[in-house]
C-alpha cells in the first residue's frame, strides 16, 4: 500500500518486521538447510504439475466459496482441468472458529479434488502470515522438486479469495510463454466494496487507478520485456505463482512477518526472475475491514477511513518523482548492461540519472562497478534514497487526485505516439518504422527536467 508499512516489536528469532528491512538480511531459509518434517505425509501424484497453497485463519464464513473456486478450475477452453494435475494444500492455525472442520467436510464431499488439510496450534513466534506463507511455500517446493518438476508452479491463495475458473491455466499459460513467476490481478469483492466507509472507498478505488497509471507509464519509459502491456501492478499473496526452480534460485520467501509477498518479489527481481503482472489471472478477494494479517488490506482501509473522519488528505508520490525514477531506472538498465560486459562507467555516465534519482554519482558509480543484479541495484538506490534525504525534499507528497490528473496529462502524448507507431509497424512491417519509438518518452523529458529544476529550487 502506499502508506509506510508499520513497525512492530516482539520479532521472531530470526525474523524481521518487513520487507524493506530484509532487502539487508541474510535469509536464514535457504532451501537446502531446511528440516522441518513435512506438512503432508501423502506423496504428490506423478501427474501433479501445481501445488496452491492456502494460509487460513478464522475463514468460517467464506472458506467453502473459496474451495469451490479451486475444486471447478477450467482450461482456456473452458473445459475441465484434470484434477490430478494440480493439488491444495490448505493450513489452518490458530483457528478459534470451524475452519478445519468445513475443509475436511469439503474434502469428503468431492473426493476428485486432491485436498490436503493440515491444523496446527503455533506458538506466538510463529503464528503470523509471514511464517504460515513461507512454510506452506517451502512444502510446495519440496514436493515439486521431489516429483522433478523444476518448473512446477507454487501457486498461492488466501482463505478469504475466490480464484477465477482459469485461474491455474492462466498461470500455467504465462509460465509455458516464459514466465518464472506471476503476479494475479486481484479485485476486491463488490458487495464488500459497498459496505466500506465511504472514504476508505474512494481512496481504495483511487489507489488501484493510481497504480494502474503508473504501470502503463513505466510500459512507455522503461519496458520490460517479459511484462508488456496490457499489465497491472500486484504481486500480493492472493495471486503469487513461481516455478520451483526460481523460488530456490531467490532463496525461498524471505524472514518476514508481514508483507512476505512483496519480499519475495523484491527477492526473485534480485535473481533477475522473469516476472509477469497477468491480466489473465484473475482473483477476487474480500475488503474486510477486520482483517486477519498485521498491514493487510483489511489494515489499509482501516487508516483509511481513520483519515476520513480526520479530514486528511490522501498524499501520494508526485508523477514528476515517478517519470524520474523511470527514467533514470532505463539509464541504469543500460549502463549496468554495458558494465557486466566489461564497461567502465563514467561520471558524465552517471550525473543524470544520480541527478534524478537524488543520490551522489560517485557513491552511483561505486554500485555500477559491482556485480550485481538490476533489480538489487534498485533496492541499494532506495536505501541510498533514505540516507541522503535529497529525493524526499525534492518530491514531498501530493493530494493522489492532483497526482493521477498529472498523470493522465503525461500519458495523453505516449498513448498517441505509441498509436501512431502501431500504425506504421502496419504500414511497413519490415521494421522500417522503428525510428519513432525513439522519441516516444520526448515529451517527459523535458517535463520531467523542468521539474527537476523546479523541486531543487524550492
Known sequence: MLQPLD???????????????????????????????????????????????VPVRNEAEVLERTLTALAYQVDLHGRPIPSKRYEVILLANNCSDDSAAIARRFAQRQPNLVLHVVEQTLPASQAYIGWVRKRLMDEAHSRLMGLGRTRGVIASTDGDTCVAPTWIAATLHEIQA??????????????????LDPYA?????????????????????????????????????????????????????PPVKTSEDVALYRALLRVNARFRHSLRVQVTTSARQVGRAQNGLA???????????????????????????????????RLLNRALDGYTPTVSDVALPANRLGVDRGWLMDRLAQPASFGALLEQIEQQQVREGLWQQRWPPINIQQAMNDLRLLLEPLRSQSNNVSHLKDAFPLGTAASPLVAIASPLRMTASTQVTTATTA
Do not use: K
Not at 226 to 248: C, I, K, L, N, W
Not at 304 to 318: C, K
Open 178 to 195: 516464459g514466465a518464472d513467476a506471476v503476479g494475479g490481478r486481484i479485485m476486491t469483492d463488490r458487495h464488500d466494496r459497498a459496505a
Open 299 to 333: 489494515h489499509q482501509l482501516n487508516q483509511w477511513a481513520t483519515m476520513g473522519v480526520q479530514h486528511q488528505p490522501f498524499l501520494v508520490e508526485p508523477a514528476g518523482a515517478i517519470v524520474a525514477r523511470l527514467q533514470a531506472r532505463h539509464e541504469l538498465r
Open 7 to 53: 513497525r512492530f516489536g516482539d520479532t521472531a528469532v530470526g525474523y524481521v518486521n518487513d520487507c524493506l528491512t530484509a532487502i539487508a538480511v541474510p535469509s536464514i531459509s535457504r532451501l537446502s538447510e531446511i528440516e522441518s518434517p513435512p506438512l503432508v505425509s501423502t506423496p504428490p501424484l506423478p501427474q501433479c504439475e501445481v501445488c496452491v497453497i
Open 201 to 253: 472507498r474512494a481512496c481504495h478505488l483511487r489507489e488501484v487507478g493510481y497504480r494502474f497509471l503508473i504501470a502503463e507509464l513505466e510500459a512507455y519509459l522503461d519496458p520490460d520485456p517479459f511484462d508488456a502491456m496490457p499489465r497491472h501492478f500486484q504481486h500480493y499473496g492472493a495471486s503469487f505463482a513461481v516455478t520451483a526452480d526460481m523460488y530456490e534460485q531467490a532463496g525461498g520467501l
